[in-house]
């Protein structure tokens, strides 16, 4: 399996495949693809041995929210010798599709990560502005967190994404799959 995968093809090798999910605890939560694991991106790392162990009994396909934290996620994987797939569009693809979601007992919708994101950025934006007609010189925070959004964008990495992800409302809730239980499954 070397091309992605639509979430046509997904849905009749569900069973045949381990899905990745690489959002956070709370987007995972608050609804997701039956059967997938949740692993967050920013702890890829410490699932290696784990995710190998899984790609050599079958194949490993990854998404997300829409398809960029996956791709992400699978450029890694097959950096460390893990082969996977990315998930076209994500588990919003899915939804879309008309495919149900599973959502675990308790969970409250979250936003997807980068909605958050655009949402924490443009708001820094605005209010340096903002700032600035009052207090010349704030302007250069916007600045930097353009700056940021440059450099995320040119490496393909997320730290504001990183940081929101550990708010309390992105963090899984009690009786959540933790990631240990996640290592444990793929271990079966």
């Keep these: 399996m070397t091309t992605p ?20 605890p709370g987007e995972y939560a608050a609804g997701h693809i039956p059967g997938a694991l949740n692993i967050p991106l920013d702890r890829l790392d410490d699932a290696l041995t784990a995710l190998r162990d899984a790609a050599a009994r079958g194949e490993l396909a990854v998404t997300c929210a829409s398809g960029p934290r996956a791709t992400t996620a699978v450029e890694r994987l097959t950096a460390a010798g893990i082969p996977a797939v990315p998930v076209i569009g994500g588990t919003g693809a899915w939804a879309s599709a008309g495919h149900r979601l599973n959502r675990l007992e308790g969970a409250r919708t979250v936003w997807a990560m980068d909605r958050q994101v655009r949402l924490v950025a443009g708001s820094l934006v605005l209010g340096a502005m903002l700032t600035d007609l009052v207090r010349p010189g704030a302007r250069w925070l916007a600045a930097a967190v353009g700056g940021g959004l440059v450099f995320s964008a040119l490496s393909n990495t997320c730290a504001m994404g990183n940081l929101l992800g550990r708010l309390p409302h992105n963090r899984p809730r009690p009786g959540a799959p933790t990631l240990d239980d996640t290592l444990a499954a793929l271990r079966r």
């Excluded at 995968?5 to 956070?24: H, K, N």
């Design 5 to 24: 995968l639509t979430v046509e093809q997904l849905r009749p090798r569900l069973e045949q495949l381990t899905l990745i999910d690489v959002r956070s």
